[in-house]
T-cell receptor, first 116, second 111 residues
Framework: AQKITQTQPGMFVQEKEAVTLDCTYD???????LFWYKQPSSGEMIFLIY??????QNATEGRYSLNFQKARKSANLVISASQLGDSAMYFC?????????????FGKGTRLSVIA | DTAVSQTPKYLVTQMGNDKSIKCEQN?????MYWYKQDSKKFLKIMFS???????INETVPNRFSPKSPDKAHLNLHINSLELGDSAVYFC??????????FGPGTRLTVT
């Protein structure tokens, strides 16, 4: 079974609008971490935001926020006020047992295109 | 001040050759990883090292041999390259608690 599911292979959003990228996860661990990474066309992996399973508040980093719904096992990324530079692949990832040694398991990604 | 660096950035080689990709991190992290990103952009863990010790090997063919000479370096050697090895290989490192820092990736093309 897939641990991380991103159901949107591609998304379009108008510049300055907000967009939500979906991510659901599957784990039986109580302690885990959820991450979002951005991969622009240049190829590097850029860390965006992190949510720990015990964090009560939704994580926010500038224009990025993570809509964490633990009971539904979802960790959607919300990008507000989209910019042309946000066009990229976005990956949701999970680290089970939330230890730094544990590798990330990635979803298949969502390609976001921002339209002027 | 590159945190995680990889060389080379691009590698084009023929089937059957042996090649190496080097990775270095200057963050003082204990744990380093190799991930493979295939042509469909799917990222998958290959190896994980903690303090020079192999802790995860995700059923990667034994043609792939990681080597960690010290905590700051994790190199990937690939023997007898096959067409299916063409991919982008990412090195990453992390502290005990925190995000993974990725290198810029090495695009390997096997012809």
């Amino acid at each position: 079974a897939q641990k991380i599911t991103q159901t949107q292979p591609g998304m379009f959003v108008q510049e300055k609008e907000a967009v939500t990228l979906d991510c659901t996860y599957d784990t039986s661990d109580q302690s885990y971490g959820l991450f979002w990474y951005k991969q622009p066309s240049s190829g590097e992996m850029i860390f965006l935001i992190y949510q720990g399973s015990y964090d009560e508040q939704n994580a926010t980093e500038g224009r990025y926020s993570l809509n964490f719904q633990k009971a539904r096992k979802s960790a959607n990324l919300v990008i507000s006020a989209s910019q042309l530079g946000d066009s990229a692949m976005y990956f949701c990832a999970m680290r089970e047992r939330n230890s730094g040694n544990t590798p990330l398991v990635f979803g298949k990604g969502t390609r976001l295109s921002v339209i002027a | 001040d590159t945190a995680v660096s990889q060389t080379p950035k691009y590698l084009v080689t023929q089937m059957g050759n042996d090649k190496s990709i080097k990775c270095e991190q200057n963050l003082g992290h204990d744990t380093m990883y190799w991930y493979k990103q295939d042509s469909k952009k799917f990222l998958k863990i290959m190896f994980s090292y903690n303090n020079k010790e192999l802790i995860i090997n995700e059923t990667v063919p034994n043609r792939f041999s990681p080597k960690s000479p010290d905590k700051a370096h994790l190199n990937l050697h690939i023997n007898s390259l096959e067409l299916g090895d063409s991919a982008v290989y990412f090195c990453a490192s992390s502290p005990i608690d925190g995000q993974k820092y990725f290198g810029p990736g090495t695009r390997l093309t096997v012809t």
